[in-house]
C-alpha cells in the first residue's frame, strides 16, 4: 500500500513553494510516491571499497529520503564482522561479497538465511603482484611496442611459483574473504594457468590442500601495506586498493576481473530473509534508491564519476586519494606505472542490467564453492537452483524497479522483465570455457582442475584429487 509520509509532505510542500517562488509554474513530474514503510531508520553498513557507491550516492543526493528512509552509513573492520552485525540485526543490511548470502544460507562458515534483492555492481576487482615477481613474470609475458600483451594469463607466473618451490619459499597471496569474489577470481586465473590454489575441506578451512600458491585473508585497505612487507606477493582486490600499490610504487597490476571474466558479477546488498519479510515496505524503498544511485553513476556516458569520486574519497566512505580513485572509477585502469590503458567498463553499476539478481550469477560462485571443497558434496543441478531462488530475489527487485518506471525515474527498457533469471551462456572468460548456469555440474566437470563428480577432499583414495 502507498501512504504519504507526513515528513516528506511537508518536505515536498517546502520545495513546492520554492519552486513557485523561483517564477516556476509547476512542480517536476518525477514525485515520488512513498511506501508505507514499516522502519525508517536504517543502519547500513560496508567496506572501504569503491563498490560501496550506490550507498553513498543514495544517501548524499537524498534518494533514500526520497523513499522517507532515515539511514546511515557505517564502515566495518572486515567482512566477518559486517556479515554478523547483519545476522544479529546491529546492521540492517549491508554492501556483501555475492559469496557471503549463499555461504550463510547453505552453512559454510556461519548459518544464517540471508537474502539479496539487488546486485551493486559488475567489475571492479584486479590481481596485483609485487615488483619482484612482477620482474621475474615480464621474461614470460609476450610484448608489442615495449609493452606487455594484456590480459596477462597465470602461465607466466607458473615458472616463477615453480622456482619459489624448488628453492622450498612458500609463494603466498591474498584475497579477501573465503567466499569472496576475489578468492574464487584468484583461484580462476591461477588454475587456467595451471597453477593448484588449494582445497578446503570440512576438518581444514585454510584452502590450501594440495597448493601450489598459499592463498589467506588480508582485509582490503591492508593489501598495500601487506604486499610491501613482503608478507604475500600477490593478491586481489577491490578499488583503490589495486592502484593504490600503482601510486606507492609497490606493485604492479597484471589483470582485472574484466579480462578475467567480462562484465562478471561483484557485490550485492544482503539483508536477513526475516527483515524483508517483516519490513517489505521499507526492503522496496532502500531497492528503489539504490536503482536510482546505479543510475546517476552510469548514465550519461558516466558524466558524473569524478563527483562519485569526489563522495568517495571522503574519510567516511572510502578515504583514499580522489586521484587514487579516480584512476580506475573513470574509465581508465593503470598497470605498470605509466601504463595507463582505457577500461570504459572496469566499474559498472547500471548498464548490462548490473543491478539485477541473475540466479545465473549466485550459480557460478557454488559452482566455485564446490570446485575447491567448501561444498564437501556433490550436489545435484536442481540443488543449485534451489539455492539461487531462495537467496537472490528479483521479485523484489522488478517491484521496485516497476514502482520507479511508474515514478518516471527510469525506462521500461532498462530491466530484464522476462527474463528466467538465467544469462545466456557465455565463454567470455579467460579460459574460453562456457559457463551456463543451467548446467552447473557440467560446468564443474569441464573444468581442468578443481573437484568433479563425486570425488571429495580427504577421500582416500587420493589420485582423485590430482590435477
Known amino acids: ?4 509520509n507526513p515528513k516528506q509532505v511537508i518536505k515536498n510542500s517546502v520545495m513546492s513553494a520554492a519552486l513557485l517562488l523561483a517564477g516556476l509554474s509547476s512542480v517536476s513530474a518525477q514525485e515520488t510516491q512513498l511506501l508505507d514503510v514499516e522502519k525508517d531508520e536504517l543502519k547500513f553498513g560496508f567496506i572501504k571499497l569503491t563498490d560501496m557507491a550506490p550507498l553513498a550516492v543514495a544517501y548524499e543526493l537524498g534518494y533514500f529520503e526520497d523513499e522517507g528512509l532515515f539511514v546511515t552509513l557505517e564502515p566495518q573492520a572486515n567482512w ?11 546492521l540492517d543490511g549491508a554492501h556483501m561479497l555475492a559469496g557471503q548470502p549463499l555461504a550463510a544460507t547453505i552453512g559454510f562458515g556461519t548459518k544464517a538465511h540471508i537474502v539479496t534483492p539487488l546486485s551493486m555492481d559488475l567489475n571492479g576487482n584486479g590481481i596485483t603482484v609485487s615488483n619482484e615477481i612482477w620482474e621475474m613474470m615480464k621474461e614470460h609475458i609476450p610484448h608489442e611496442n615495449g609493452k606487455p600483451v594484456h590480459p596477462i594469463k597465470a602461465d607466466a607466473l607458473k615458472p616463477v611459483v615453480e622456482q619459489f618451490k624448488e628453492e622450498g619459499k612458500p609463494f603466498n597471496m591474498g584475497m579477501v574473504f573465503p567466499v569472496s569474489t576475489h578468492n574464487y577470481e584468484l583461484r580462476y586465473w591461477l588454475a587456467a594457468g595451471d597453477i593448484h590454489p588449494g582445497y578446503y575441506s570440512p576438518t581444514d578451512v585454510s584452502g590450501q590442500i594440495m597448493a601450489d600458491a598459499l592463498l589467506s585473508v588480508t582485509p582490503p585497505p591492508q593489501m598495500p601495506a601487506t604486499l610491501e612487507a613482503g608478507t604475500i606477493y600477490g593478491y586481489c582486490v577491490g578499488e583503490p586498493w589495486n592502484q593504490q600499490a600503482v601510486f606507492k610504487g609497490i606493485g604492479v597490476p597484471v589483470i ?9 558479477p561483484e557485490k550485492v546488498f544482503g539483508l536477513t530473509k526475516e527483515f524483508t519479510e517483516e519490513n517489505p515496505n521499507t526492503t522496496l524503498a532502500v531497492v528503489k534508491a539504490m536503482i536510482r544511485a546505479a543510475k546517476w553513476l552510469d548514465e ?7 563527483d562519485a569520486v569526489e563522495i568517495l574519497s571522503r574519510s567516511e566512505y572510502v578515504g583514499a586519494d580522489a586521484e587514487v580513485i579516480a584512476n580506475s572509477m573513470t574509465g581508465t585502469f593503470e598497470y605498470e606505472k605509466g601504463d595507463k590503458r ?3 567498463d572496469f566499474n559498472v553499476f547500471y548498464r548490462y542490467y548490473a ?3 541473475f540466479y545465473s550469477d549466485a550459480i557460478w560462485y557454488l559452482t566455485q564453492m564446490r570446485r575447491w571443497g567448501q561444498i564437501a558434496e556433490p550436489k545435484d543441478d536442481a540443488w543449485y537452483d ?7 530475489q528479483p521479485e523484489i527487485y522488478l517491484t521496485a524497479a516497476r514502482l520507479l518506471v511508474e515514478e518516471g525515474y527510469v525506462d521500461e527498457a532498462d530491466f530484464p522483465w522476462d527474463t528466467d533469471g538465467y544469462r545466456e551462456p557465455t565463454s567470455d572468460f579467460i579460459d574460453g570455457i562456457e559457463f551456463d548456469g543451467r548446467a552447473p555440474n557440467a560446468y564443474i566437470d569441464s573444468l581442468t582442475i578443481g573437484l568433479k563428480g563425486k570425488q571429495l577432499v580427504g577421500d582416500t583414495d587420493v589420485s582423485l584429487l590430482v590435477k
Open 300 to 306: 550519461n556516458d558516466n558524466a558524473n564519476r569524478m
Open 386 to 392: 534451489e539455492v539461487a531462488r531462495s537467496v537472490y
Open 256 to 264: 582485472t576481473d574484466y579480462e578475467l571474466w567480462k562484465n562478471n
Open 342 to 344: 582505457e577500461v570504459p
Open 80 to 90: 566477518k564482522v559486517l556479515l554478523d552485525r547483519v545476522i544479529t540485526g546491529e
Open 355 to 357: 543491478t539485477y539478481p
Open 1 to 4: 500500500m502507498k501512504l504519504w
